[in-house]
């Protein structure tokens, strides 16, 4: 993940716990990394569950992405995180972790 580091930062959040926050304007479209983790198959913290049922545990800063109904970036099953709009400086980033996710 070193090479987008200077785009996000990790801070406390209002949301959950940690969050992921940009650190500069973050334009549309912008690939925010891949995903850094291992196999998971159960759930827990950090665990992302992938559409073809494979869990990953995030090992990386992208776990800090906390949910929203109205988020600015998304996971792929490529494991990258891709912005979805302008993100501005101090934002937090955010995903739509899905209809079942309880925080």
């Known amino acids: 993940m070193k090479d987008n580091?200077?785009?996000?930062?990790?801070?406390?959040?209002p949301i959950h716990g940690k969050g992921l926050f940009a650190?500069?304007?973050?334009?549309?479209?912008?690939?925010?990394g891949v995903v850094q983790g291992v196999p998971a198959?159960?759930?827990g913290p950090y665990v992302l569950w992938l559409a073809d049922g494979r869990g990953i545990r995030v090992q990386c800063d992208l776990r800090f992405i906390n949910h929203s109904d109205k988020p600015n970036a998304a996971y792929f099953d490529t494991l990258e995180v891709m912005t979805l709009r302008r993100i501005r400086r101090g934002e937090e980033i955010t995903h739509d972790y899905g209809e079942d996710f309880q925080p």
């Open 5 to 13: 580091d200077s785009l996000f930062y990790v801070a406390d959040s």
């Open 41 to 43: 198959k159960r759930n």
């Open 23 to 32: 650190a500069r304007d973050i334009p549309k479209d912008t690939l925010l």
